[in-house]
C-alpha cells in the first residue's frame, strides 16, 4: 500500500490545475478508475476554474467519445490502455490535451510522443512530468480563497445499468456542499467520521454517492484508502485487500456476494442458532452483537474485510433509481450488521439529486415482515415533492403520492416519516405519514 502525504497531493492540485489553465483547458474530462490522481484533478478543477467531467471508468470506446461529445469536453485525464487515443483522436477534433497518468513500471517509454497523422492539434504529456519538472518548492500552497470565483460545475454521467449511460447531469459546488453536508450530518455525533476512521470507496467515484460520501471523510480528516480495482470486485475482501478500513462504501451486489458467503458459513446447527440469538438481540432489543463466550464460534465464521476483521464499524451502499440489479431486504441488512460487526446505512439514489434522496437512519435495525426493504427518511439536502396518483392521495390522516421532484436543496424534513421501497419489478413507492 502507497501511502501519500497531504502535502505531495496538494502540490499536484497546484501543479496539474495550472498546467491544464496554461494549456488552454477550460473543460477536463477525469477517466480514471479511484486513485488519488481522480480526486486530485477535481480539486485542480474546483481551485482552477475548470470544469469537472467524470465519466465511468472501463468503458467502450464508442461509449467514451459518445460521452466527451456530450460534455463538449477539450481535456482528458486518463490513464494508458483505458483511453482509445488513436479512435478518439479521428472521431472527436475537438480534444485539444491529453494528461496521461502512468504507473511507475512505465515511466521509461515516451507517452508524449502524438500518433501520426494527429499533428500538433493535441498536447499530449504526463502526470509525472507535469509534477517532476518542476522544483519541490512549487505548488506546496493552494491558491488563496480570497477572489476566487465559485467553483464550475461538475457533469456526470447516470449509469442506472451496466453499459448504458441514460443522463448527463451538472451539479453546482452548492449542491455538491448539501450533499456532503447532509451525510456528515445524518450520522450521529459520536459516530460521525473522524481522524481515526479508515474510508474505503469500494464503489466507483463516478457514481455521486460514493464521491459525496468521500468528500465528507476528507473533510472529516479522515484517511481515505483507494483501490483501482475496487468498484470492479463483486468481493469486498478482494476490494479491502492490503487496508483495514473502519467505513466502506459498498455496491448492493457487492453485500449481496457477502451475505451469500457468510450465510453458507452458518448452515450448521449451532451457527443457526447463534445467529437467530444475535438477530433477536438486534431487531427487539436494539443491540448490536457482542463477542462472548457463546458467539466466539460465529465469529470466526465473519466474512474477512480488510486486513484487521471486526474493525470495520460503518457500511454505506446506494441502490438507484431504475437499476435492474437485485434490492437489499431487510433481512439481508439484518444479517450483514451480525455477520460484519458493523452497522448499514441503506440509501436510495437519483440523478439529479447529489448524494442520496433518503436512506436508513443509523440505528434502525428493523425487520419487516415484506421482503423489501426501506430506505429512511430524506436526508436534510433533498426537497421530495409528491402528486396525487389514482392509489395515492394525500388525506387530512396521511401524505401519500409519486414522487415527482427531487432536488438538491437545503430543507429539513422533520416533522415528516417517509418510507421509500422499491419492489420486486423495480418501481418505488413512496409513503409519507405526519408526525403528532
Not at 497523422?117 to 493552494?142: C, K, M, P, R, Y
Not at 436512506?359 to 423489501?372: H, N, S, W
Amino acid at each position: 500500500m502507497l501511502t501519500v502525504p497531504v502535502e505531495a497531493i496538494t502540490r499536484q492540485i497546484n501543479l496539474i490545475g495550472q498546467h491544464i489553465l496554461d494549456q488552454g483547458g477550460n473543460r477536463v474530462a477525469i477517466y480514471l478508475p479511484n486513485s488519488v490522481e481522480f480526486v486530485a484533478t477535481l480539486f485542480a478543477c474546483s481551485f482552477y476554474n475548470l470544469t469537472a467531467i467524470l465519466i465511468p471508468f472501463d468503458q467502450s470506446d464508442d461509449a467514451v467519445i459518445s460521452m466527451l461529445r456530450r460534455s463538449a469536453a477539450d481535456t482528458v485525464v486518463t490513464a494508458p490502455g483505458s483511453f482509445p487515443f488513436d479512435r478518439v483522436v479521428k472521431s472527436y477534433p475537438a480534444l485539444r490535451q491529453l494528461v496521461w497518468v502512468v504507473d511507475e513500471g512505465s515511466n521509461h517509454m515516451d507517452w508524449n510522443e502524438v500518433p501520426q497523422g494527429v499533428g500538433g492539434s493535441v498536447n499530449v504529456s504526463t502526470w509525472q512530468d507535469i509534477v517532476n519538472e518542476q522544483s519541490q518548492a512549487s505548488g506546496i500552497e493552494l491558491p488563496p480563497l480570497e477572489g476566487q470565483k465559485e467553483p464550475r460545475d461538475v457533469t456526470i454521467f447516470w449509469e442506472a445499468k451496466s453499459g448504458a449511460m441514460e443522463e448527463m447531469v451538472r451539479f453546482t459546488a452548492a449542491n455538491l456542499v448539501s450533499g456532503v453536508a447532509a451525510q456528515v450530518f445524518a450520522i450521529p455525533t459520536a459516530q460521525r467520521m473522524g481522524p481515526s476512521d479508515l474510508f474505503l470507496p469500494a464503489d466507483s467515484l463516478t457514481n455521486t454517492y460514493t464521491l459525496v460520501l468521500t468528500l465528507a471523510a476528507l473533510y472529516s480528516n479522515a484517511s481515505v484508502a483507494f483501490n483501482s480495482v475496487a468498484n470492479k470486485a463483486t468481493d469486498l475482501a478482494v476490494a479491502a485487500r492490503g487496508v483495514a478500513p473502519t467505513i466502506i462504501v459498498a455496491t448492493p451486489a457487492q453485500l449481496l456476494n457477502t451475505h451469500r458467503e457468510a450465510s453458507n458459513s452458518v448452515s450448521s446447527f449451532l451457527a443457526a442458532n447463534i445467529h437467530r440469538m444475535q438477530t433477536r438481540g438486534l431487531t427487539e432489543s436494539g443491540v448490536m452483537p457482542a463477542a462472548s463466550l457463546l458467539t466466539k464460534y460465529n465469529d470466526s465464521l465473519r466474512p474477512a474485510i480488510g486486513t484487521t476483521p471486526g474493525k470495520l464499524r460503518l457500511i454505506f451502499t446506494a441502490d438507484r433509481a431504475g437499476a435492474d440489479t437485485e434490492p437489499l431486504s431487510s433481512a439481508v441488512l439484518s444479517d450483514l450488521r451480525i455477520y460484519t460487526g458493523a452497522r448499514l446505512v441503506y440509501a436510495l439514489t437519483t440523478p439529479k439529486v447529489a448524494g442520496a434522496v433518503a436512506q436508513t437512519g443509523f440505528y434502525d435495525y428493523r425487520v419487516f415482515e415484506d421482503k423489501r426493504s426501506h430506505f429512511g427518511p430524506p436526508l436534510t439536502s433533498a426537497e421530495v415533492l409528491l402528486r396525487d396518483t389514482d392509489d395515492h392521495k394525500t388525506t387530512d390522516e396521511e401524505i401519500r403520492g409519486e414522487v415527482c421532484c427531487c432536488r438538491v436543496s437545503l430543507i429539513v424534513c422533520r416533522s415528516l416519516l417517509i418510507s421509500i421501497t422499491r419492489s420486486s419489478s423495480g418501481a418505488h413507492a413512496l409513503q409519507v405519514t405526519r408526525q403528532p
